[in-house]
């Protein structure tokens, strides 16, 4: 699978922004997608992720209410959409392909090539 991002920019805060991850290659073993983050100096975090089947969500506590994930299957894509950004959120973001254990969202080895955040305060 091939993951590829798209919509980053630099926004000020409490602008909206919304990211797009498109997959190509075996598409059909994609289960679930999820879209993490990684700031300078801190480990990469899971923001968010959705399940292929029965659209089950997952949100970080500083993304829901703010952040909402989706997906368009016959496209194959993913949606990120952030509204009320804040500088914090400043960050590369990143898509993964992975699967829901449990309701817990685990990734697997393909991750795309991420896309720059950047919100001005």
């Known amino acids: 699978v091939q993951l590829t991002e798209s919509g980053g920019g630099l926004v000020q805060a409490g602008d909206s922004l919304r990211l797009t991850c498109a997959a190509s290659?075996?598409?059909?073993?994609?289960?679930?997608m999820g879209w993490y983050r990684q700031s300078p100096g801190k480990q990469r975090e899971l923001v968010a992720a959705?399940?292929?089947?029965?659209?089950?969500?997952f949100y970080a506590d500083y993304a829901r209410g703010r952040f909402t994930v989706s997906a368009d299957i016959a496209k194959n894509t993913m949606y990120l959409q952030m509204n009320s950004l804040k500088s914090e959120d400043t960050a590369v973001y990143y898509c993964?392909?992975?699967?829901?254990?449990?309701?817990?969202?685990?990734?697997?080895?393909?991750w795309g090539q991420g896309t720059q955040v950047t919100v001005s305060s």
């Open positions: 993964n392909d992975g699967l829901f254990i449990g309701g817990t969202y685990y990734s697997r080895i393909s």
């Open positions: 290659g075996s598409t059909w073993s994609i289960t679930a």
């Open positions: 959705i399940s292929r089947s029965d659209s089950t969500t």
